[in-house]
């Protein structure tokens, strides 16, 4: 378990890097704002004696002097700080591109600033990352994906002017090297990407969009099927849910279809739920799990990872809906009524008790965040 002190820890990276050490219970790290880094006091008294220090923030869009300038002014102000810090820390790790020294203003930046980095004398790990994508990234900034996702979540479709082949690493797996975390949940260090063309990842998200529109599952073959679908979950919610499911009935009594899934694992299960008692109360990484109240009544609410807002859906088995939890999303389920409730639950996979992707937290009594998730 090491202490970190991270920069940029409010953008898309940084918070899934966050949200990962508060999942393994790992101390909260230090985080050190774009106005710590203009006082190098300020920074040297942030990350002393930390064991790792992750260069996260950076500028990826904007006028050229501004993407050029901004990248390196902040490593210079890192450096700075790092070069006054009393107990220096064990490491320094930034998170370069593959595109550095291609060329290109922000290419060239941040090759020079992983030059500025590497001369304060600190153990370097300079990380050539690829496309990040992930869950609640920023359209039209951080990855195609996140601007495809939202297009077809607003009830658009993406339009591909030209193809080229993308190497997409999930930003879990980034979060995961960056931070020095070994192998051994959802995650992997190793960063294994998903190679792809932009019109066909244009084609597999449209797929992905189409089949769920109406609550149908769609075929989730590998991790990064699932991936992708999480990314598209992401911005789908809060807004989509809750989903009607249609209900059938006859002299015999009634039907209802809840889950639909066109290929993959899958696990179905159902409980029952006293008055008045809580089920849930954890979030997870990468597992699809859907709730679907069938008799009596409850109220499902849910709290993004780092955020205070809680999020509040009254359902009831006469009405039956689903509701999908999203990734990295604190969730639980109460039972509100005078009787016994029974759900059910489906996820993407079967129950793996050595790695169950289930991370205790509860909804309502939130830990102070010390810097607001990314958009």
Same mark, same amino acid.
């Given at each position: 378990?090491?202490?970190?002190?991270? /920069?940029?820890?409010?953008?898309?990276?940084?918070?899934?890097?966050?949200?990962?050490?508060?999942?393994?219970?790992?101390?909260?790290?230090?985080?050190? /704002?774009?106005?710590?880094?203009?006082?190098?006091?300020?920074?040297?008294?942030?990350?002393?004696?930390?064991?790792?220090?992750?260069?996260?923030?950076?500028?990826?869009?904007?006028?050229?002097?501004?993407?050029?300038?901004?990248?390196?002014?902040?490593?210079?102000?890192?450096?700075?700080?790092?070069?006054?810090? !009393? +107990?220096?820390?064990?490491?320094?790790?930034?998170?370069? #591109?593959?595109?550095?020294?291609?060329? /290109?203003?922000?290419?060239?930046?941040? =090759?020079?600033?992983?030059?500025?980095?590497?001369?304060?004398?600190?153990?370097?790990?300079?990380?050539?990352?690829?496309?990040?994508?992930?869950?609640?990234?920023?359209?039209?900034?951080?990855?195609?994906?996140?601007?495809?996702?939202?297009?077809?979540?607003?009830?658009?479709?993406?339009?591909?002017?030209?193809?080229?082949?993308?190497?997409?690493?999930?930003?879990?797996?980034?979060?995961?090297?960056?931070?020095?975390?070994?192998?051994?949940?959802?995650?992997?260090?190793?960063?294994?990407?998903?190679? #792809?063309?932009?019109?066909?990842? =244009?084609? %597999?998200? +449209?797929?992905?969009?189409?089949?769920?529109?109406?609550?149908?599952?769609?075929?989730?073959?590998?991790?990064?099927?699932?991936?992708?679908?999480?990314?598209?979950? #992401? *911005?789908?919610?809060?807004?989509?849910?809750?989903?009607?499911?249609?209900? %059938?009935?006859?002299?015999?009594?009634?039907?209802?279809?809840?889950?639909?899934? *066109?290929?993959?694992?899958?696990?179905?299960?159902?409980?029952? +739920?006293?008055?008045?008692?809580?089920?849930?109360?954890?979030?997870?990484?990468?597992?699809?799990?859907?709730?679907?109240?069938?008799?009596?009544?409850?109220?499902?609410?849910?709290?993004?990872?780092?955020?205070?807002?809680?999020?509040?859906?009254?359902? $009831?088995? $006469?009405?039956?809906?689903?509701?999908?939890?999203?990734?990295?999303?604190?969730?639980?389920?109460?039972? /509100?009524?005078?009787?016994?409730?029974?759900?059910?639950?489906?996820?993407?996979?079967?129950?793996? !008790?050595?790695?169950?992707? +289930?991370?205790?937290?509860?909804?309502?009594?939130?830990?102070? #965040?010390?810097?607001?998730? =990314?958009?």
């Amino acid at each position: 378990m090491l202490r970190l002190a991270i /920069t940029g820890a409010g953008g898309f990276l940084g918070w899934h890097v966050r949200v990962l050490l508060r999942a393994l219970g790992w101390p909260e790290p230090a985080v050190v /704002t774009r106005a710590d880094l203009t006082d190098p006091n300020q920074v040297a008294a942030k990350v002393a004696g930390v064991d790792r220090v992750l260069h996260l923030a950076g500028v990826n869009r904007g006028e050229r002097a501004e993407v050029a300038g901004g990248n390196v002014d902040l490593a210079v102000q890192l450096a700075e700080g790092l070069r006054r810090c !009393p +107990t220096p820390p064990g490491a320094l790790v930034f998170a370069n #591109s593959v595109q550095a020294g291609n060329g /290109t203003p922000y290419g060239d930046a941040k =090759a020079a600033a992983a030059g500025v980095l590497a001369d304060v004398g600190l153990p370097f790990d300079d990380l050539m990352l690829p496309n990040l994508y992930g869950e609640h990234g920023r359209p039209h900034y951080n990855s195609a994906v996140a601007t495809f996702c939202r297009l077809l979540a607003d009830g658009g479709r993406p339009e591909v002017h030209g193809d080229r082949e993308l190497a997409l690493v999930h930003v879990t797996d980034a979060a995961a090297r960056l931070a020095g975390i070994p192998a051994g949940g959802s995650w992997d260090p190793a960063m294994p990407a998903l190679r #792809s063309g932009v019109r066909a990842l =244009a084609d %597999r998200l +449209t797929e992905i969009a189409s089949v769920y529109r109406t609550g149908e599952i769609p075929s989730l073959l590998d991790r990064h099927d699932v991936r992708l679908f999480n990314t598209y979950r #992401s *911005h789908c919610f809060p807004a989509h849910y809750p989903l009607a499911l249609p209900r %059938r009935a006859d002299a015999r009594g009634e039907l209802v279809e809840t889950v639909k899934a *066109h290929g993959g694992a899958g696990q179905t299960f159902c409980s029952t +739920t006293r008055p008045g008692v809580t089920r849930g109360e954890h979030f997870h990484l990468a597992k699809v799990e859907r709730f679907v109240v069938l008799r009596g009544s409850a109220e499902i609410s849910l709290r993004r990872v780092g955020d205070t807002e809680v999020l509040r859906f009254p359902v $009831t088995g $006469t009405e039956p809906v689903l509701i999908d939890m999203p990734t990295m999303w604190v969730h639980k389920l109460v039972n /509100t009524g005078p009787d016994e409730l029974v759900t059910m639950f489906w996820t993407n996979e079967l129950f793996d !008790p050595a790695r169950p992707d +289930t991370w205790p937290e509860p909804v309502e009594a939130v830990r102070p #965040s010390p810097v607001a998730v =990314a958009a």
